[in-house]
């Protein structure tokens, strides 16, 4: 019992639940979506509240925004998003794990519809774009607020459920081992193992599935590395002519960054992904002092203290110029 009260959330959080439960009740035409390139918190987090929302009512309808990267494809209720016409009717839009509306891709134009909206995140930098707002910077997850809002729903938790939740909790906590995950992030996987779940099946999807061509792409980005500060900040870039070389996609450098910030010497590890000529997508994660999402907040960018993004619409040598001289800032 006392278990059960510890993982609750605070109050107000359950109020705002409960008034949202409310909406899914009410309303006939409820979208789901999460932001564009898409993550494991992403993507399991939406596909357990798509399921649980099924269950409860039915009818619910995931919209894809973007392309599901190889490694989620394993997921239960995968086949769920899809492709809608934003002509259909919209009653009520859920959004998950984005911090704006832009960060929804066609996702917003479905928000600016929907008669109302409910914004579902754990980003600090979220700036409350819903008609109702749960936001928990301190949940390591989205799917850690998901799990409480399903228990909300008074919806069992079924095995493909919490397979969905316990992927969308390890993979933002990077196997339960970034500075986000806390004793209630244990609390709630340890109920989601009691589920049965095939966790030895899904980490093996999750982790231990890299292709070859990514792995090249992994060595050839490694060479690329440069230090500065004594080894504290290290800078690596992956080109759009490196992609072309291994037959990689840009989803590819998953995990690259947190190769780097595993040297000895990194504080700040960064990584340069060249979208385009004139577009440069930036990786920051640290590792115990520098707060990163204040550094890409600058460039309308945003995310958690120790893992952050900005886009920067410069050519890449440019781009590091700029960024770089942006974290030795917040050395001195
Ligand atoms: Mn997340």
Known sequence: MRIKEEIGMNNSTGILMVEAIELIKRYDNIYLVSHVQPDGDNIGSTLALAKAIEKFKGGIKVIKVDDIPSDYQFLPGIDMIKNYDINEPIDLLISLDSSDLNRLGLGKEFARKAKRVINIDHHITNDNFGDINIVSPSSAATGEIVYEFIKKMAVDIDKDIATCLYTAISTDTGSFIYSNTTYKTHLIVAELLKVGIDVETININLYQNRSMARTKLFIDSMNSLETYLEGKVGVIAVTQEMLKAYDAKMEDTEGLI????????????????????????????????????????????????????????????VTKDIILEEILMNFR
């Open 258 to 317: 947190s190769f780097v910030r595993g040297i000895d010497s990194i504080e700040v590890a960064c990584l340069l992904k060249e979208i385009d000529k004139n577009e440069v997508k930036v990786s920051l994660r640290s590792k115990k002092r520098i707060d990163v999402s204040r550094i890409c907040n600058k460039f309308n960018g945003g995310g958690h203290i120790r893992a952050a993004g900005c886009t920067i619409n410069e050519r890449l040598p």
